[in-house]
T-cell receptor
Framework: GNSVTQMEGPVTLSEEAFLTINCTYT??????LFWYVQYPGEGLQLLLK?????DKGSNKGFEATYRKETTSFHLEKGSVQVSDSAVYFC???????????FGKGTMLLVSP | GAVVSQHPSWVICKSGTSVKIECRSL??????MFWYRQFPKQSLMLMAT?????????EQGVEKDKFLINHASLTLSTLTVTSAHPEDSSFYIC???????????????FGAGTRLSVL
Protein backbone atom coordinates (compact mmCIF):
# COMPACT_ATOMS: atom_id res chain seq x y z
CA GLY A 1 0.00 0.00 0.00
CA ASN A 2 0.89 3.66 -0.11
CA SER A 3 2.63 5.42 2.73
CA VAL A 4 4.27 8.77 3.42
CA THR A 5 6.92 9.35 6.04
CA GLN A 6 7.80 12.82 7.28
CA MET A 7 10.40 13.97 9.71
CA GLU A 8 9.03 14.47 13.18
CA GLY A 9 8.67 17.93 14.55
CA PRO A 10 8.49 20.42 15.82
CA VAL A 11 11.10 22.09 13.70
CA THR A 12 12.18 25.27 15.44
CA LEU A 13 14.01 27.94 13.43
CA SER A 14 14.91 31.56 13.67
CA GLU A 15 13.60 33.99 11.07
CA GLU A 16 15.59 33.93 7.80
CA ALA A 17 16.97 30.46 8.47
CA PHE A 18 16.99 27.74 5.81
CA LEU A 19 14.24 25.16 6.03
CA THR A 20 14.20 21.52 5.02
CA ILE A 21 11.38 19.14 5.89
CA ASN A 22 12.08 15.63 4.71
CA CYS A 23 9.44 13.48 3.08
CA THR A 24 9.79 10.00 1.61
CA TYR A 25 7.12 7.81 0.16
CA THR A 26 6.15 4.30 -0.85
CA UNK A 27 3.66 3.90 -3.64
CA UNK A 28 2.70 1.76 -6.59
CA UNK A 29 2.74 3.20 -10.05
CA UNK A 30 3.48 6.86 -10.64
CA UNK A 31 2.05 8.96 -7.83
CA UNK A 32 1.51 12.70 -7.74
CA LEU A 33 3.10 14.38 -4.75
CA PHE A 34 1.86 17.31 -2.72
CA TRP A 35 2.72 19.57 0.16
CA TYR A 36 -0.18 21.02 2.13
CA VAL A 37 0.07 23.64 4.87
CA GLN A 38 -2.28 24.01 7.82
CA TYR A 39 -2.27 27.23 9.81
CA PRO A 40 -3.60 27.09 13.38
CA GLY A 41 -7.33 26.47 13.52
CA GLU A 42 -7.70 26.23 9.75
CA GLY A 43 -8.09 23.62 7.06
CA LEU A 44 -5.37 22.56 4.66
CA GLN A 45 -4.11 24.68 1.81
CA LEU A 46 -2.33 23.25 -1.18
CA LEU A 47 1.19 24.65 -1.10
CA LEU A 48 2.76 22.97 -4.11
CA LYS A 49 2.65 19.82 -6.18
CA UNK A 50 4.59 17.71 -8.65
CA UNK A 51 3.08 15.12 -10.91
CA UNK A 52 6.08 13.33 -12.41
CA UNK A 53 9.70 12.52 -11.73
CA UNK A 54 12.12 15.49 -11.67
CA ASP A 55 9.26 17.99 -11.56
CA LYS A 56 9.86 20.86 -9.16
CA GLY A 57 6.87 22.36 -7.42
CA SER A 58 7.23 25.88 -6.07
CA ASN A 59 5.09 28.47 -4.36
CA LYS A 60 5.64 31.36 -1.93
CA GLY A 61 9.37 30.67 -1.79
CA PHE A 62 8.90 26.99 -0.99
CA GLU A 63 10.23 24.32 -3.33
CA ALA A 64 10.16 20.54 -3.57
CA THR A 65 11.55 18.25 -6.26
CA TYR A 66 10.03 14.87 -7.14
CA ARG A 67 12.94 12.42 -6.81
CA LYS A 68 11.85 9.00 -8.01
CA GLU A 69 15.26 7.41 -7.48
CA THR A 70 15.19 8.24 -3.78
CA THR A 71 11.36 8.27 -3.48
CA SER A 72 11.57 11.67 -1.84
CA PHE A 73 9.85 15.04 -2.01
CA HIS A 74 11.66 17.23 0.50
CA LEU A 75 10.29 20.70 1.19
CA GLU A 76 12.75 23.61 1.24
CA LYS A 77 12.71 27.34 1.73
CA GLY A 78 15.72 29.58 1.69
CA SER A 79 14.59 32.09 4.29
CA VAL A 80 11.66 31.39 6.57
CA GLN A 81 9.41 34.00 8.14
CA VAL A 82 7.42 33.99 11.36
CA SER A 83 4.28 33.76 9.23
CA ASP A 84 5.45 30.39 7.90
CA SER A 85 4.78 28.84 11.30
CA ALA A 86 2.27 26.07 10.60
CA VAL A 87 1.95 22.34 10.17
CA TYR A 88 3.15 20.96 6.85
CA PHE A 89 1.78 17.73 5.39
CA CYS A 90 3.36 15.72 2.63
CA UNK A 91 0.86 13.64 0.63
CA UNK A 92 0.53 11.51 -2.46
CA UNK A 93 -2.15 10.21 -4.73
CA UNK A 94 -1.86 7.49 -7.30
CA UNK A 95 -2.35 8.30 -10.93
CA UNK A 96 -6.01 8.20 -11.83
CA UNK A 97 -7.24 8.24 -8.25
CA UNK A 98 -8.18 11.06 -5.95
CA UNK A 99 -7.62 9.53 -2.53
CA UNK A 100 -4.74 11.19 -0.70
CA UNK A 101 -2.32 9.44 1.58
CA PHE A 102 -0.93 11.88 4.15
CA GLY A 103 2.17 11.92 6.24
CA LYS A 104 1.75 12.67 9.94
CA GLY A 105 2.60 16.34 9.51
CA THR A 106 5.55 18.41 10.67
CA MET A 107 5.06 21.46 12.83
CA LEU A 108 7.28 24.42 11.98
CA LEU A 109 7.84 27.14 14.55
CA VAL A 110 9.69 30.26 13.44
CA SER A 111 10.80 32.78 16.03
CA PRO A 112 11.71 36.44 15.36
CA GLY B 1 -10.34 29.61 -8.16
CA ALA B 2 -11.03 26.19 -6.59
CA VAL B 3 -12.56 27.46 -3.36
CA VAL B 4 -14.23 25.10 -0.91
CA SER B 5 -16.44 26.59 1.77
CA GLN B 6 -17.25 24.70 4.94
CA HIS B 7 -19.93 25.73 7.41
CA PRO B 8 -20.15 26.14 10.33
CA SER B 9 -16.58 26.76 11.39
CA TRP B 10 -17.35 25.97 15.02
CA VAL B 11 -20.30 24.30 16.64
CA ILE B 12 -21.08 23.41 20.22
CA CYS B 13 -23.93 21.01 20.90
CA LYS B 14 -25.40 18.95 23.67
CA SER B 15 -24.86 15.22 23.87
CA GLY B 16 -27.55 13.32 21.98
CA THR B 17 -28.26 15.99 19.40
CA SER B 18 -27.39 15.87 15.70
CA VAL B 19 -25.14 18.30 13.89
CA LYS B 20 -24.97 18.97 10.17
CA ILE B 21 -21.82 20.27 8.48
CA GLU B 22 -21.94 21.62 4.94
CA CYS B 23 -19.19 21.56 2.35
CA ARG B 24 -19.60 23.58 -0.83
CA SER B 25 -17.42 23.99 -3.89
CA LEU B 26 -17.92 27.63 -4.82
CA UNK B 27 -16.42 27.93 -8.26
CA UNK B 28 -16.14 24.43 -9.64
CA UNK B 29 -18.15 21.26 -9.87
CA UNK B 30 -16.98 18.68 -7.37
CA UNK B 31 -17.51 15.14 -8.59
CA UNK B 32 -15.94 13.72 -5.48
CA MET B 33 -15.87 15.03 -1.93
CA PHE B 34 -13.97 13.67 1.03
CA TRP B 35 -14.59 13.94 4.74
CA TYR B 36 -11.72 13.80 7.20
CA ARG B 37 -11.40 13.86 10.93
CA GLN B 38 -8.37 15.32 12.64
CA PHE B 39 -7.42 14.77 16.25
CA PRO B 40 -5.22 17.31 18.03
CA LYS B 41 -1.67 17.37 16.69
CA GLN B 42 -2.34 14.44 14.40
CA SER B 43 -2.76 13.86 10.72
CA LEU B 44 -6.03 13.67 8.85
CA MET B 45 -8.01 10.46 8.99
CA LEU B 46 -10.16 9.82 5.94
CA MET B 47 -13.69 8.98 7.03
CA ALA B 48 -15.50 8.62 3.74
CA THR B 49 -15.49 9.41 0.06
CA UNK B 50 -18.65 10.57 -1.65
CA UNK B 51 -19.47 10.87 -5.32
CA UNK B 52 -22.33 13.02 -6.48
CA UNK B 53 -25.56 11.09 -6.70
CA UNK B 54 -24.31 7.88 -5.11
CA UNK B 55 -23.80 6.47 -1.65
CA UNK B 56 -20.66 7.36 0.23
CA UNK B 57 -17.87 4.87 0.68
CA UNK B 58 -16.82 4.69 4.31
CA GLU B 59 -13.39 3.76 5.59
CA GLN B 60 -13.02 0.79 7.85
CA GLY B 61 -14.03 1.54 11.41
CA VAL B 62 -16.22 4.54 10.56
CA GLU B 63 -19.85 4.09 11.55
CA LYS B 64 -22.00 4.97 8.57
CA ASP B 65 -25.12 5.25 10.71
CA LYS B 66 -23.45 7.80 12.97
CA PHE B 67 -21.79 9.84 10.25
CA LEU B 68 -24.37 10.37 7.51
CA ILE B 69 -23.03 11.76 4.28
CA ASN B 70 -25.10 13.19 1.49
CA HIS B 71 -23.73 14.45 -1.83
CA ALA B 72 -26.87 15.57 -3.56
CA SER B 73 -25.33 17.97 -6.05
CA LEU B 74 -22.03 18.73 -7.75
CA THR B 75 -21.44 21.62 -5.35
CA LEU B 76 -22.69 20.40 -1.99
CA SER B 77 -21.96 17.57 0.40
CA THR B 78 -23.16 17.34 3.98
CA LEU B 79 -21.93 15.38 6.97
CA THR B 80 -24.42 14.81 9.76
CA VAL B 81 -23.12 13.59 13.09
CA THR B 82 -26.12 11.83 14.60
CA SER B 83 -26.69 11.50 18.34
CA ALA B 84 -23.39 13.18 19.03
CA HIS B 85 -21.38 12.28 22.12
CA PRO B 86 -18.34 13.91 23.69
CA GLU B 87 -16.02 11.40 21.99
CA ASP B 88 -17.22 12.77 18.63
CA SER B 89 -15.66 16.11 19.47
CA SER B 90 -13.04 16.75 16.84
CA PHE B 91 -11.99 18.85 13.87
CA TYR B 92 -13.81 17.76 10.71
CA ILE B 93 -12.46 18.79 7.32
CA CYS B 94 -13.94 18.32 3.87
CA UNK B 95 -12.23 18.43 0.54
CA UNK B 96 -13.33 18.28 -3.08
CA UNK B 97 -11.93 17.32 -6.44
CA UNK B 98 -13.27 18.57 -9.72
CA UNK B 99 -14.15 17.44 -13.17
CA UNK B 100 -11.42 16.98 -15.72
CA UNK B 101 -10.63 20.33 -17.23
CA UNK B 102 -11.45 22.11 -13.99
CA UNK B 103 -9.21 22.26 -10.92
CA UNK B 104 -8.03 18.74 -11.66
CA UNK B 105 -9.20 15.30 -10.73
CA UNK B 106 -6.17 14.45 -8.61
CA UNK B 107 -6.02 17.68 -6.64
CA UNK B 108 -8.04 18.03 -3.48
CA UNK B 109 -9.07 21.46 -2.29
CA PHE B 110 -9.91 21.72 1.37
CA GLY B 111 -12.46 23.56 3.40
CA ALA B 112 -11.38 25.50 6.48
CA GLY B 113 -12.70 22.82 8.81
CA THR B 114 -15.38 22.59 11.47
CA ARG B 115 -14.55 22.28 15.13
CA LEU B 116 -17.24 20.24 16.87
CA SER B 117 -17.50 20.31 20.64
CA VAL B 118 -20.07 18.00 22.22
CA LEU B 119 -20.93 18.79 25.83
Amino acid sequence: GNSVTQMEGPVTLSEEAFLTINCTYTATGYPSLFWYVQYPGEGLQLLLKATKADDKGSNKGFEATYRKETTSFHLEKGSVQVSDSAVYFCALTNSGYSTLTFGKGTMLLVSP
Amino acid sequence: GAVVSQHPSWVICKSGTSVKIECRSLDFQATTMFWYRQFPKQSLMLMATSNEGSKATYEQGVEKDKFLINHASLTLSTLTVTSAHPEDSSFYICSATGLAGGPGKNIQYFGAGTRLSVL
